[in-house]
């Protein structure tokens, strides 16, 4: 998943966005327009602590948008109303309201229903704060730039629906940064997304020491610069706490728009966002090791997320970090009680305190009768366990992969050649 993002938007990384290629089912936008401009005196109001945000969807043709809820407080109960127009919200007529050839709008999905005798309206239930939001689908045949402007309001239980529709039809006129009401759902096609580029730069790092890296953008569209960091394939997996490198600066883009994380390069999705608009852009960032970090080798992924697209500009590098200190493997401990539960027991690679607590890994083990391990068993789960049956013909065995797979179904093992009856967890 990545990160709901508009950009220069002021909920720009506050929340999540699922889109699904050719799914039917998805959101567009959500927002409310506080029930005091909205509602006469004596309606019912929503509650107090109930703040919802909007930004801007943008969409590669053949996806489907789907908002993660907004981040309500309170437990407002109510309907939301969804306006879907071809001009921007502030004809109170509503002459341009309604959906355009390229979108669909699937309102049965999480209860909504079309709002019968005015186009491009719909409504959905609120309940103790959880809230439907119609799917909203890009034809694959939309052009680039192709634009619909949706609205929203909040009616809440025991108001005039009628009045938060009106509310939605004309939401850019109440719309603010404070509380966005309104927004767009817009095309960007492969081709268009194509003209932005990403270029990293990333030496080698100091153990105990700061360096800067650089990463170039060239930006077609406004949009969101993502930096992520990970370990590479010729090691293990990292934990989220065992690797101190830091950002400690960020340097370059429009001032205030980037966005360091405090913590780990290896604790976080992203290390580094920044709000990006339309040009030319360098961005250095600043990693501060640690005295006693290891020599891992880092791989950095960077992507400029301009819509919801598998085809946002990306660029990926790696940089080593010269260290004294090897990056060391990590064991388990697999321990069979007498009731055939297996334990495993974690690896920490402290010579101290060298496994963690144990904790249940599978059960049915009191069946074999000899256990030996084939291979190492990692932390990050590679290895293999073999166990005898003692039933078995002579010469037979099954075999079971522990660290992979709890609850594996056992293979025979006959004369030294393995032939496993299923790869697939027992169900």
């Given at each position: 998943?990545?990160?709901?993002?508009?950009?220069?938007?002021?909920?720009?990384?506050?929340?999540?966005?699922?889109?699904?290629?050719?799914?039917?089912?998805?959101?567009?936008?959500?927002?409310?327009?506080?029930?005091?401009?909205?509602?006469?005196?004596?309606?019912?109001?929503?509650?107090?602590?109930?703040?919802?945000?909007?930004?801007?969807?943008?969409?590669?043709?053949?996806?489907?948008?789907?908002?993660?809820?907004?981040?309500?407080?309170?437990?407002?109960?109510?309907?939301?109303?969804?306006?879907?127009?071809?001009?921007?919200?502030?004809?109170?007529?509503?002459?341009?309201?309604?959906?355009?050839?390229?979108?669909?709008?699937?309102?049965?999905?999480?209860?909504?229903?079309?709002?019968?005798?005015?186009?491009?309206?719909?409504?959905?239930?609120?309940?103790?704060?959880?809230?439907?939001?119609?799917?909203?689908?890009?034809?694959?045949?939309?052009?680039n730039g192709a634009t619909v402007y949706e609205g929203v309001a909040f009616a809440p239980a025991g108001s005039d629906i009628g009045v938060a529709v009106k509310a939605a039809q004309v939401a850019a006129t109440t719309s603010g940064p404070a509380r966005p009401s309104a927004a767009v759902v817009q095309i960007k096609t492969p081709e268009q997304l194509a003209k932005s580029t990403v270029r990293l730069s990333t030496p080698n790092v100091l153990v105990n020491s700061s360096t800067a890296q650089t990463v170039q953008v060239h930006a077609e569209d406004a949009g969101v610069l993502a930096l992520s960091f990970r370990s590479t394939p010729e090691e293990r997996k990292w934990d989220s706490t065992e690797v101190d490198i830091h950002i400690t600066s960020v340097d370059g883009g429009p001032a205030g728009t980037c966005s360091p994380s405090a913590y780990s390069i290896a604790a976080v999705e992203d290390a580094v966002t920044c709000d990006l608009p339309e040009g030319d852009h360098t961005v250095s960032y600043t990693l501060t090791t640690g005295a006693k970090v290891a020599a891992w080798k880092v791989g950095v992924d960077a992507e400029y997320r301009i819509a919801w697209s598998a085809y946002n500009p990306k660029s990926a590098s790696t940089f080593a970090v010269t260290s004294p200190y090897p990056v060391r493997e990590r064991y388990d401990l697999y321990a069979r009680r007498s009731n055939g539960q297996l334990y495993r027991y974690l690896g920490t690679g402290n010579g101290t305190a060298p496994y963690q607590a144990s904790t249940l890994y599978d059960f049915g083990w009191d069946q074999y009768s000899a256990l030996t391990a084939l291979s190492p068993l990692t932390v990050h789960e590679t290895g293999d366990v073999v166990a005898r049956v003692p039933a078995a013909p002579c010469g037979t065995s099954a075999a079971r992969v522990a660290p992979t797979a709890p609850g594996h179904v056992p293979g025979s093992v006959q004369g030294g050649t393995s032939t496993p009856r299923s790869s697939a967890p027992a169900t």
């Amino acid at each position: 998943m990545m990160p709901r993002f508009e950009p220069g938007g002021a909920f720009s990384l506050t929340t999540r966005l699922h889109v699904f290629r050719g799914a039917a089912f998805g959101v567009g936008l959500t927002a409310m327009v506080a029930s005091s401009s909205v509602f006469s005196p004596g309606q019912a109001v929503a509650d107090s602590g109930f703040v919802p945000t909007v930004s801007n969807l943008y969409l590669e043709p053949g996806y489907t948008g789907h908002p993660a809820d907004p981040p309500l407080k309170g437990s407002p109960e109510g309907t939301y109303v969804y306006a879907f127009s071809k001009q921007p919200l502030t004809d109170p007529s509503w002459a341009a309201g309604g959906l355009p050839e390229w979108l669909t709008v699937d309102p049965p999905s999480y209860a909504c229903v079309a709002y019968p005798d005015v186009p491009g309206i719909f409504t959905c239930p609120v309940a103790r704060g959880e809230h439907g939001q119609p799917p909203v689908y890009a034809h694959k045949d939309a052009v680039n730039g192709a634009t619909v402007y949706e609205g929203v309001a909040f009616a809440p239980a025991g108001s005039d629906i009628g009045v938060a529709v009106k509310a939605a039809q004309v939401a850019a006129t109440t719309s603010g940064p404070a509380r966005p009401s309104a927004a767009v759902v817009q095309i960007k096609t492969p081709e268009q997304l194509a003209k932005s580029t990403v270029r990293l730069s990333t030496p080698n790092v100091l153990v105990n020491s700061s360096t800067a890296q650089t990463v170039q953008v060239h930006a077609e569209d406004a949009g969101v610069l993502a930096l992520s960091f990970r370990s590479t394939p010729e090691e293990r997996k990292w934990d989220s706490t065992e690797v101190d490198i830091h950002i400690t600066s960020v340097d370059g883009g429009p001032a205030g728009t980037c966005s360091p994380s405090a913590y780990s390069i290896a604790a976080v999705e992203d290390a580094v966002t920044c709000d990006l608009p339309e040009g030319d852009h360098t961005v250095s960032y600043t990693l501060t090791t640690g005295a006693k970090v290891a020599a891992w080798k880092v791989g950095v992924d960077a992507e400029y997320r301009i819509a919801w697209s598998a085809y946002n500009p990306k660029s990926a590098s790696t940089f080593a970090v010269t260290s004294p200190y090897p990056v060391r493997e990590r064991y388990d401990l697999y321990a069979r009680r007498s009731n055939g539960q297996l334990y495993r027991y974690l690896g920490t690679g402290n010579g101290t305190a060298p496994y963690q607590a144990s904790t249940l890994y599978d059960f049915g083990w009191d069946q074999y009768s000899a256990l030996t391990a084939l291979s190492p068993l990692t932390v990050h789960e590679t290895g293999d366990v073999v166990a005898r049956v003692p039933a078995a013909p002579c010469g037979t065995s099954a075999a079971r992969v522990a660290p992979t797979a709890p609850g594996h179904v056992p293979g025979s093992v006959q004369g030294g050649t393995s032939t496993p009856r299923s790869s697939a967890p027992a169900t």
